[in-house]
């Protein structure tokens, strides 16, 4: 298992700097991580660091709490789109799903087409935390239906981040083709080893670097 190809290395802090992205790209070149994920204020220069090295350049729509007008998220998309992003993960709208309202589904097909139409790709952000297992087995066949490439756990801004009973539930209601990411509290290679075997596609994690020294200790 390489490991490395697993995890997006993410920095979403309040207070990060243009240094800050400067060595996150440098340390996703340096350990052959499979995406960075940056705040959307730091596209444009991360999408410039990266250059033609093969790293996703991952950023965040409708962040952290997911209820956005849709129009603001559809603006959002657009610009991350022309400043170089080419995976978006959107928050989805917990107020309107927990309503039981048809527009969070709406929501997530509008935003799915744009970033479609780009060659882009979309990740949900379910937010577990906030949901049952009934509403995550929900909300992950929703978004499956409104067209998302990815289900993903947590912001890691909500109390508590990835489960692995989540990521099992999440990998065992989307279909093959539907990849899982899991963020939010992952820190030690033996975290992101319960993730993977969950059923993790991806892994977010400000911790890349601790997480492939552990692995390369391990080997």
Same mark, same amino acid.
């Given at each position: 298992?390489?490991?490395?190809?697993?995890?997006?290395?993410?920095?979403?802090?309040?207070?990060?700097?243009?240094?800050?992205?400067?060595?996150?790209?440098?340390?996703?070149?340096?350990?052959?991580?499979?995406?960075?994920?940056?705040?959307?204020?730091?596209?444009?220069?991360?999408?410039?660091?990266?250059?033609?090295?093969?790293?996703?350049?991952?950023?965040?729509?409708?962040?952290?709490?997911?209820?956005?007008?849709?129009?603001?998220?559809?603006?959002?998309?657009? %610009?991350?789109?022309?400043?170089? @992003?080419? $995976?978006?993960?959107? +928050?989805?709208? #917990?107020?309107?799903?927990?309503?039981?309202? =048809?527009?969070?589904?709406?929501?997530?097909?509008?935003?799915?087409?744009?970033?479609?139409?780009?060659?882009?790709?979309?990740?949900?952000?379910?937010?577990?935390?906030?949901?049952?297992?009934?509403?995550?087995?929900?909300?992950?066949?929703?978004?499956?239906?409104?067209?998302?490439?990815?289900? %993903?756990?947590?912001?890691?801004? @909500?109390? $508590?981040?990835?489960? +692995?009973?989540? #990521?099992?539930?999440?990998?065992?209601?989307? =279909?093959?083709?539907?990849?899982?990411?899991?963020?939010?509290?992952?820190?030690?290679?033996?975290?992101?080893?319960?993730?993977?075997?969950?059923?993790?596609?991806?892994?977010?994690?400000?911790?890349?670097?601790?997480?492939?020294?552990?692995?390369?200790?391990?080997?």
């Amino acid at each position: 298992m390489d490991i490395n190809r697993y995890i997006e290395h993410t920095n979403l802090k309040p207070t990060l700097t243009d240094k800050d992205i400067d060595a996150l790209v440098v340390e996703a070149k340096a350990y052959d991580f499979v995406g960075v994920c940056v705040p959307p204020f730091w596209v444009k220069k991360a999408a410039r660091e990266i250059g033609d090295a093969p790293i996703q350049l991952v950023t965040v729509i409708g962040f952290p709490l997911g209820y956005q007008m849709t129009e603001a998220k559809i603006a959002e998309v657009e %610009k991350a789109l022309n400043d170089g @992003a080419n $995976e978006l993960d959107v +928050v989805m709208n #917990i107020s309107a799903f927990k309503a039981g309202m =048809p527009w969070a589904k709406i929501e997530l097909a509008k935003c799915a087409k744009r970033i479609h139409d780009e060659g882009a790709m979309m990740k949900v952000i379910l937010e577990t935390a906030y949901l049952s297992e009934e509403e995550i087995i929900q909300a992950t066949k929703m978004a499956v239906d409104a067209g998302t490439d990815f289900v %993903k756990t947590s912001t890691g801004f @909500a109390p $508590e981040g990835a489960k +692995v009973n989540h #990521i099992k539930l999440m990998r065992e209601h989307a =279909p093959s083709n539907v990849g899982v990411k899991a963020s939010g509290g992952i820190r030690t290679l033996a975290d992101a080893r319960a993730m993977i075997d969950a059923g993790a596609d991806r892994i977010g994690a400000s911790a890349g670097v601790a997480i492939m020294k552990e692995w390369n200790e391990s080997r």
